[in-house]
């Protein structure tokens, strides 16, 4: 047991879109990550994703709307509902998530985005 420095641990990698691991709690995983520009539509129809923005400000994509969370904030995105993270002009935002260990990155969805392997930092 020993404390996590967020700020630290993001320091350690540069490239976006590209998930990190830095704990686990249970069978649930936190994962730090950079991200810049448009993801990929996708869902994940057995798991729930939480999103807390520590640098910057994430639009949310949704099929209705799109949800702004600002620095300090989360959103939850509930399982089965598409969503599209994306940053706009060119703002490189930092994320923490919190998901199951099993949560594919893209859902169902295969891209060239896709990642298929969190390192541990």
Not at 27 to 45: P, R, S, Y
Not at 52 to 65: A, E, P, S
Not at 102 to 119: F, L, R, S
Request: charge should be negative; proline fraction near 3%.
């Amino acid at each position: 047991m020993k404390t996590i420095n967020l700020k630290e641990k993001h320091s350690l990698f540069s490239k976006q879109w590209h998930p990190h691991q830095i704990a686990t709690v249970d069978d649930m995983q936190v994962i730090l990550a950079k991200i810049k520009g448009e993801f990929v539509w996708h869902a994940h129809e057995n798991e729930d994703e939480l999103f807390q923005v520590l640098k910057g400000t994430l639009y949310m994509k949704f099929r209705d709307r799109t949800e702004i969370v600002n620095e300090g904030e989360i959103i939850v995105v509930p399982k089965g509902v598409e969503h599209c993270p994306s940053t706009k002009n060119e703002e490189e935002v930092h994320l923490l998530l919190f998901e199951k260990q099993n949560t594919a990155h893209t859902g169902d969805v295969k891209h060239e985005m896709t990642q298929n392997h969190y390192p541990k930092i």
